[in-house]
C-alpha cells in the first residue's frame, strides 16, 4: 500500500484540482470523477517490483 499511497500524494500534489474561481465551490461530483482519475493512475505507476516488495515486507518472517 505504501507504494500507491506514494504515488496517490504525488499526482495530488502535481495537479491543481481547484479550476473554481471566485470562491466558487467544486461540485461533488467533479471531486469523485478526479479521485477516481488519479487512482488509476497511481495504480498504473505502482510496478511489479514494488507489489513483490510490499509483500515480503508484509509476510512475518518468524
Do not use: C, Y
Not at 479550476?19 to 469523485?32: I, L, S, T, Y
Amino acid at each position: 500500500m505504501v507504494p500507491f499511497k506514494r504515488h496517490l500524494r504525488d499526482l495530488w500534489i502535481a495537479e491543481d484540482i481547484s479550476d473554481a474561481e471566485g470562491g466558487d465551490q467544486v461540485p461533488a461530483k467533479v471531486k469523485r470523477i478526479t479521485l477516481i482519475n488519479r487512482a488509476m493512475k497511481a495504480w498504473d505507476m505502482v510496478t511489479p517490483e514494488e507489489v513483490r516488495g510490499s509483500f515480503f515486507e508484509a509476510i512475518p518472517k518468524s
